[in-house]
């Protein structure tokens, strides 16, 4: 995933939760903790889904070998005030408003999924609770790379088999 995309999730996530961008942070930062109510955002498992594709670029022997990548993205939201789980809710549903699905086309990348919404409270002393949501979010996205391909230039068919010989004797460029 390239930081432009990283950037963009991190930005529609602040976006559809109702928070300033400084109240979404990646997780597991070296950081002081942000005031509530934040979100954190993980992504923590991606793999290729299926054979690379390769596209022609601009130039003579470059290639731009595109393979199809599936990444878990962890969103959770603490709050102390109201219920974060509402929250999470109004921003899933929020990701498969057309606006929003051509928004995130223009980057290339695709929320096609979404893991069970969980309210996970967790009591802070004998009286108070930290109000918790946490959800998985499916995205795509293209990992990209480049590589020159050489061109075959020539064939030569001489033919000679390892059991015969052919009756022909061919030679193209």
Same mark, same amino acid.
Request: with cysteine; glycine share 4%.
């Given at each position: 995933?390239t /930081?432009t995309q990283? %950037?963009f999730i991190?930005?529609?996530? &602040?976006?559809?939760? *109702?928070? *300033? %961008?400084n109240?979404?942070?990646? &997780?597991?930062q070296?950081?002081p903790?942000p005031g %509530?109510?934040f &979100?954190t955002l993980?992504?923590?498992s /991606?793999?290729? !889904?299926?054979?690379e594709?390769?596209? %022609?670029a601009?130039k003579?022997?470059v290639y731009?070998v595109?393979?199809?990548?599936d990444a878990?993205?962890?969103?959770q939201?603490?709050?102390d005030?109201?219920?974060?789980?509402? !929250?999470m809710?109004?921003m899933?549903?929020s990701?498969?408003?057309?606006?929003i699905?051509?928004r995130?086309a &223009?980057v290339?990348?695709?929320?096609?999924?979404?893991?069970d919404?969980l309210?996970?409270?967790?009591?802070?002393?004998?009286?108070?609770?930290?109000h918790?949501a946490?959800?998985?979010l499916?995205?795509?996205?293209?990992?990209i790379?480049?590589?020159?391909?050489?061109?075959?230039?020539?064939?030569?068919?001489d033919?000679r088999t390892a059991?015969?010989?052919?009756?022909i004797?061919?030679?193209?460029?």
């Amino acid at each position: 995933m390239t /930081s432009t995309q990283r %950037k963009f999730i991190h930005d529609l996530m &602040a976006e559809l939760l *109702g928070l *300033g %961008k400084n109240k979404v942070v990646w &997780a597991n930062q070296n950081m002081p903790k942000p005031g %509530k109510p934040f &979100a954190t955002l993980r992504l923590y498992s /991606s793999k290729g !889904q299926a054979h690379e594709e390769i596209r %022609k670029a601009d130039k003579s022997d470059v290639y731009r070998v595109l393979t199809p990548i599936d990444a878990y993205l962890e969103v959770q939201l603490y709050d102390d005030a109201t219920s974060p789980y509402e !929250q999470m809710e109004a921003m899933v549903q929020s990701l498969w408003r057309p606006t929003i699905t051509d928004r995130c086309a &223009a980057v290339r990348i695709a929320f096609f999924d979404v893991g069970d919404i969980l309210q996970m409270d967790a009591p802070l002393d004998n009286t108070r609770y930290e109000h918790r949501a946490v959800v998985d979010l499916n995205v795509r996205y293209h990992r990209i790379v480049t590589d020159v391909i050489e061109p075959i230039t020539e064939i030569v068919i001489d033919g000679r088999t390892a059991d015969r010989s052919l009756p022909i004797d061919v030679k193209s460029e």
